[in-house]
């Protein structure tokens, strides 16, 4: 029964969220803002497989709720903890945003 839950609400989250879209009143700002609440849940939701590849065995953890995943990258990244897959991410983050990791760390 999880699964078949988890489908059904993994389908519905996209249109119901475009749907929404035209309904909220002040549109600014609204798709970087569901990007961040998403990378915040899958921060949470896929710690195990974040740690296993993204940082080294004393690295910082990934998985604090209310923390997205470049926060954590970035706490990596300046603490030198992370893998050579993490590595990657971020420097593919970094093209895309200058320092975005660094920038992204929650105090």
């Known amino acids: 029964m999880g699964g078949l839950l988890f489908i059904i ?8 969220t475009v749907w929404n ?6 549109k600014k700002g609204y798709f970087k803002s ?3 609440n998403l990378d915040k849940y899958a921060n949470r ?3 195990t497989l974040w740690n296993k590849y993204l ?3 004393n690295g910082y953890h990934f998985g ?3 923390e997205t995943i470049s ?3 970035g706490k990596n ?6 893998t050579k897959t993490g590595k990657r991410l971020v420097w593919l983050l970094n093209k895309l945003d200058k320092n975005h990791c660094i920038k992204s760390i929650d105090k």
Do not use: Q
């Not at 609400?9 to 119901?16: D, E």
């Not at 990244?77 to 992370?82: F, K, M, Q």
């Open 71 to 73: 926060s954590a990258l």
């Open 77 to 82: 990244e300046r603490d030198e903890t992370l």
């Open 21 to 26: 879209y035209f309904l909220v009143e002040n």
């Open 55 to 57: 940082r080294t065995e």
């Open 34 to 36: 569901s990007a961040i």
């Open 64 to 66: 604090e709720i209310g």
């Open 9 to 16: 609400a993994y389908l519905l989250f996209l249109p119901l």
């Open 45 to 47: 939701e896929f710690r």
